[in-house]
T-cell receptor
């Protein structure tokens, strides 16, 4: 089992460019999450999906969109990247939303110039 | 007020020392509590869940005080490999709130 995988591992964008971060899990998790981590800020929730077919905003959703394509995949899209979106992005999955252990992917390091 | 607060750190301790981390949370309705460990430039990984009765896993002991909305993590006999950032995590409805983390460096 690969667990939670993310692609790409690294990305450099110019301001205004768009891109999609991919996340997939093979752990049969119901819930999936996207976080960003900035120095001194801890992890902040961008969007989450409590179950297939549902998505909800987290603490910092502005500038992002998500798609829960199926139970395995949860993608994060930046439509028009801004330097403020330079961060490390982590995807995570868990069995039961809000109650169960989360398993994280290795992260995507994004730089927006 | 931040929803989850932790000791700012960093904590620099010698091998073999006992070190304690504190965490406070603001949502009295929270029901699930965890400590995660994050190594430099890596993803967070679960260290242990925290139960109302307190729980122990080898050298690690976690305590929960619901009345004070306070969680603690005690590490005994610190090892060099314990050097990492420790994240306090509390559920908020269907999602989780992470504390900013406390960095621990165990020195030889």
């Amino acid at each position: 089992n690969a667990g939670v995988t993310q692609t790409p591992k690294f990305q450099v964008l110019k301001t205004g460019q768009s891109m999609t971060l991919q996340c997939a899990q093979d752990m049969n998790h119901n819930s999936m999450y996207w976080y960003r981590q900035d120095p001194g800020m801890g992890l902040r929730l961008i969007y989450y999906s409590a179950s297939e077919g549902t998505t909800d905003k987290g603490e910092v959703p502005n500038g992002y969109n998500v798609s829960r394509l199926n139970k395995r995949e949860f993608s994060l899209r930046l439509e028009s990247a801004a330097p403020s979106q330079t961060s490390v992005y982590f995807c995570a999955g868990g069995r039961d939303p809000g109650t169960d252990t989360q398993y994280f992917g290795p992260g995507t390091r994004l730089t927006v110039l | 007020r931040k929803e989850v607060e932790q000791d700012p750190g960093p904590f620099n301790v010698p091998e073999g020392a006992t070190v304690a981390f504190n965490c406070t949370y603001s949502n009295s309705a929270s029901q699930s509590f965890f400590w995660y460990r994050q190594d430099c430039r890596k993803e967070p990984k679960l260290l242990m869940s925290v139960y109302s009765s307190g729980n122990e896993d080898g050298r690690f002991t976690a305590q929960l005080n619901r009345a004070s909305q306070y969680i603690s993590l005690l590490i005994r006999d610190s090892k060099l490999s314990d050097s990492a950032t420790y994240l306090c995590v509390v559920n908020y409805g269907q999602n989780f709130v992470f504390g900013p983390g406390t960095r621990l460096s165990v020195l030889p």
